[in-house]
């Protein structure tokens, strides 16, 4: 199990090691703690049974089409398997629950979600936990940092997606423009102060800020 640590009330990351067509990404699984269980976000190979500490796991949600190796076991063990669109036809062997999206989703009031129609290679799910004012995403920012390998920080950068908090190329060239901006300035609508990023550093506070000034060249 990767080393796992509480960020807020009710918000756990866990780390684990991801190489990406050569390139050492890292990425980041989110266990929230909700009134009915637990959400699992974008899911690690991991023991299921390993976050039973926190509470019951209930749900797991693939947030994007790229986010999704691990769903199956953690499906398997008992958690129902939610996803955004479009996952459901590349994984048909994924024992999905449903489709989220805005305004139908089961975790209850402590979260927002907004199924971003934007880009369509991802469609991607962002996630706002109301009581800690987090936000919690997988592939629509990045937050790569200068401790990582001069490989990651290169292809990175060249990506358009280093230093810091940034949108890689594949986001800025794969979106329709228009439902982007009405979707980001949704995202910039609600009150967070801290991102949580599938890869990459979380921003513990001025998130909004962060990811405004990410988005400043759509905006």
């Known amino acids: 199990m990767a080393n796992g640590r509480q960020i807020a009330p009710g918000v756990n990351v866990f780390d684990a090691p991801l190489r990406f067509v050569g390139v050492e990404l890292g990425t980041k699984m989110t266990v929230l703690q909700l009134g009915a269980g637990l959400l699992v976000h974008s899911p690690i190979a991991a023991d299921p049974s390993s976050i039973s500490h926190l509470g019951e796991p209930r749900w797991v949600l693939a947030p994007n089409r790229f986010h999704h190796l691990y769903v199956g076991p953690w499906a398997d063990a008992g958690l129902e398997a939610w996803a955004g669109e479009g996952l459901a036809k590349k994984r048909p062997d994924l024992k999905l629950q449903g489709v989220v999206d805005s305004a139908t989703h089961p975790f209850g009031d402590e979260v927002a979600l907004l199924q971003m129609r934007s880009i369509p290679v991802l469609s991607e799910v962002v996630v706002l ?62 009150d967070f102060d801290r991102v949580v990023m599938a890869h990459g550093a979380v921003i513990e506070s001025g998130g909004k800020d962060a990811v405004a000034a990410a988005y400043s060249w759509l905006l």
């Open 129 to 190: 936990h109301r009581p800690s004012k987090t936000l919690v995403t997988s592939d629509f920012v990045f937050n790569i940092q200068k401790s990582a390998p001069w490989f990651t920080r290169f292809a990175m950068g060249s990506a358009l997606a280093y230093p810091g908090c940034r949108v890689s190329a594949l986001e800025r060239f794969g979106m329709k423009r228009k439902i982007a901006r009405e979707e980001v300035e949704t995202i910039l609508d609600w």
